[in-house]
């Protein structure tokens, strides 16, 4: 089993949309969580960290929940721009950083 | 604001040969991470160095080695080089700090491509 999972979709979505996006981990340690996107053949940008509370950041929320050992990204109203690849990533020591494999968003016209 | 600079954007080697990828992280950065990206896959973490010492390894390959120098900057160093190293390297770095932090993003770089024919 790999310590990141997440559905690699693709995920079709028409514009305006709202869609949201799971991400399991094994390692009950982790300490933190981020959300990224990755266009093709890019480098992953940060979209943002996770906090335990929860954080928005526009159209865009994630949510921890530890106890079941999962992260959630939210999209609301989703533009045409959104289309990419989101990679969870978890940190589960001091250093290492483990990114899931990814899932795939087409927002559709 | 600088960003991560990888050099070279593009390498083309031949099987057997030697690779060495270049890393230039965020100025006050102390933490610089690799990872190797092949087509369709997720990055898979490859090694980190914290403050110039290693501070975590993952799946790196023996023929591979890494180090980082006096003036923040890591190297990626790729021997005997194989078909399946043909992936996209990106290098990352984050802000640690004295005291370490657990929420310091991993910024990226624009990664190398390497193909091995």
């Known amino acids: 089993r790999k310590e990141v999972e997440q559905d690699p979709g693709p995920f079709n979505v028409p514009e305006g949309a709202t869609v949201a996006f799971n991400c399991t981990y094994s390692?009950?340690?982790?300490?933190?969580f981020f959300w990224y996107r990755q266009d093709c053949r890019k480098e992953p940008k940060l979209l943002m960290s996770?906090?335990?509370s929860g954080n928005e950041d526009g159209r865009f929320t994630a949510q921890l929940n530890r106890a079941s050992q999962y992260i959630s990204l939210l999209i609301r109203d989703s533009k045409l721009s959104d289309s990419a690849t989101y990679l969870c990533a978890v940190r589960e020591g001091y250093q290492k950083v483990t990114f899931g494999t990814g899932t795939k968003l087409q927002v559709i016209p | 604001a600088a960003g991560v600079i990888q050099s070279p954007r593009h390498l083309i080697k031949e099987k057997r040969e030697t690779a060495t990828l270049k890393c230039y992280p965020i100025p006050r950065h102390d933490t610089v991470y690799w990872y190797q990206q092949g087509p369709g896959q997720d990055p898979q973490f490859l090694i980190s160095f914290y403050e110039k010492m290693q501070s975590d390894k993952g799946s790196i390959p023996d023929r591979f080695s890494a180090q980082q120098f006096s003036d923040y900057h890591s190297e990626l160093n790729m021997s005997s080089l194989e078909l399946g190293d043909s992936a996209l390297y990106f290098c990352a770095s984050s802000l640690a700090g004295t005291g370490g932090s657990y929420n310091s993003p991993l910024h990226f770089g624009n990664g190398t491509r390497l193909t091995v024919t």
């Open positions: 996770v906090y335990s």
């Open positions: 390692n009950s340690a982790s300490q933190s």
